[in-house]
């Protein structure tokens, strides 16, 4: 099959990456001048196990994926990154690679394990992920392909397995329920499934009414879901978790930014923990973020460096959830300017350095995930059992997003009262803009039509 032939079967199964924002997997295909493809299957977001036991059930549509990406990109190798002490992942992609030793396949588009042996946050992240794998730095607000690197989530791998072989889209994803629910798993739930009922699939949750809040992602890069009958499933969509009102994470996440901005204002001390232990400052960018608390601290507005710097930041919540003794936020300062810079149509032109040094304490300032979980308050639900149940679910309604995806929002392609199938293609990629295809998750019959979701009722 030709490079041109997977991209367009990955294009027409609405692939997109499955560990991130949704970035359209197509595109990514088309980089050229790529050496190296990494499988990021470090998941270091605490509490969640999907990547991880994605990897130990099907090794096969993890390494195939891997294989029709180096061979599309054109690259010389593919390494899939993982986390030591996921055991049964690394002993099954082990297997399957002995397996298929000596075969064409193997022999054309080469893939390696490479394993993480210090469990530490954020590994999963792009920029710590390509150091750790090749020992190459991606330029400030750079991407990985400026370093001959394409990284993909091992989600996305497998979903690219099911779309070239079978022609298969993207209807369903692999979502960890965990926190204080009856029966924590990983399920692989229709896309558009509402959390309430995502939630009764674990046994529904097991602390009485008000004395909980939901999250869905992990608890350093999710978010609060202020009602769990009106949010659902996306491509994206990697944990949804049970936590206590009074857990560290609810307690974070409900600060408005306005409560954030008067703390930092009020309090920062400017003792640089953020900074020394910021992942993107040990990787050797120009970015400290003591220095946006200082800057907001005496409402310095004009777009000097430190403000804009704020596009470096990968928004991983160490300096607000770990490093800060006081409680204080960079991150949401950034956060701030990052919206600021966009809606006044700013563009970077000047953090692109590319000759970095990596902090020379590096090494001993990466956070390990044990001491995170424990800051956090979740180490019981982190190392607790997570049962896998890869059964196919049923669901009588489905509410599908159009816009899962970096990009524009899809198309819709069907109309209310049309009769769709599951798989069937419900909504497409405008003409020459970035995006991704949506499909019907159900058979069934489609009720309402937005112009941000799709209602389908079986
Ligand atoms: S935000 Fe917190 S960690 Fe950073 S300089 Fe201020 S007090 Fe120190
Ligand atoms: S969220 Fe905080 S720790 Fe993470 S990159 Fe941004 S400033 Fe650094």
């Keep these: 099959m030709t490079a041109e032939e997977i991209i367009r079967r990955v294009k027409s199964a609405g692939v997109v990456g499955a560990g991130g924002a949704g970035f359209p997997t197509h595109v990514k295909l088309a980089a050229t001048g790529i050496d190296t493809v990494i499988a ?163 046994g529904g949750v097991s602390r009485s009414e008000g004395d909980y809040a939901v999250v869905v992602g992990g608890p350093m890069t999710g978010h609060l879901v202020p009602d769990v009958k009106h949010e659902a499933i996306t491509k994206t969509t990697g944990g949804i978790l049970v936590l206590p009102i009074d857990n560290e994470v609810v307690r974070f996440m409900s600060r408005s930014l306005e409560q954030w901005t008067k703390r930092g204002k009020a309090t920062c001390d400017q003792c640089r923990d953020c900074t020394v232990l910021c992942p993107r400052h040990l990787l050797g960018h120009a970015f400290s973020p003591h220095e946006i608390m200082r800057a907001g601290a005496y409402n310095i507005n004009v777009k000097n460096s430190v403000l804009t710097g704020a596009i470096m930041c990968c928004e991983c919540r160490l300096c607000e959830a770990y490093s800060c003794p006081l409680e204080l936020s960079p991150m949401q300062f950034y956060k701030k300017m990052k919206r600021e810079l966009a809606a006044s149509g700013w563009k970077n032109d000047r953090h692109h350095r590319a000759d970095l040094t990596t902090d020379d304490f590096r090494e001993g300032r990466l956070v390990p995930t044990e001491r995170l979980v424990e800051r956090l308050g979740v180490r019981h639900y982190h190392e607790g059992p997570v049962v896998w149940d890869d059964s196919a679910i049923r669901t009588d309604r489905v509410f599908i997003s159009l816009k899962q995806h970096i990009g524009v929002p899809a198309v819709p392609v069907v109309t209310t009262g049309d009769n769709v199938t599951e798989g069937q293609l419900v909504a497409s990629i405008p003409e020459g803009k970035l995006g991704a295809c949506v499909h019907a998750s159900i058979t069934g019959r489609v009720v309402e039509v937005t112009d941000k979701t799709m209602t389908i009722e079986a």
């Design 40 to 202: 990021n299957g470090a998941e270091c977001e605490p509490m969640l196990r999907c990547d991880q036991q994605l990897m130990a059930a099907h090794p096969d549509l993890v390494i195939r994926g891997m294989r029709l990406v180096v061979q599309s990109v054109g690259a010389k190798r593919g390494i899939i990154a993982l986390k030591r002490h996921y055991e049964k992942a690394v002993a099954a992609l082990q297997a399957e690679l002995d397996r298929q030793k000596g075969t064409d396949d193997a022999s054309a588009y080469p893939v390696d394990l490479f394993i993480i042996e210090k469990s530490a946050y954020p590994a999963g992240d792009e920029f710590c992920l390509v150091y750790e794998v090749t020992g190459r730095l991606i330029p400030e607000a750079g991407l990985p392909l400026n370093v001959g690197c394409v990284v993909q989530n091992v989600g996305t791998l497998a979903n690219i397995a099911l779309a070239v072989d079978h022609e298969t889209p993207v209807t369903s994803r692999y979502v960890t329920i965990n926190g204080d629910v009856v029966s924590p798993r990983t399920v692989r739930t229709p896309i558009g499934m509402p959390f309430d009922k995502v939630l009764q699939l674990a």
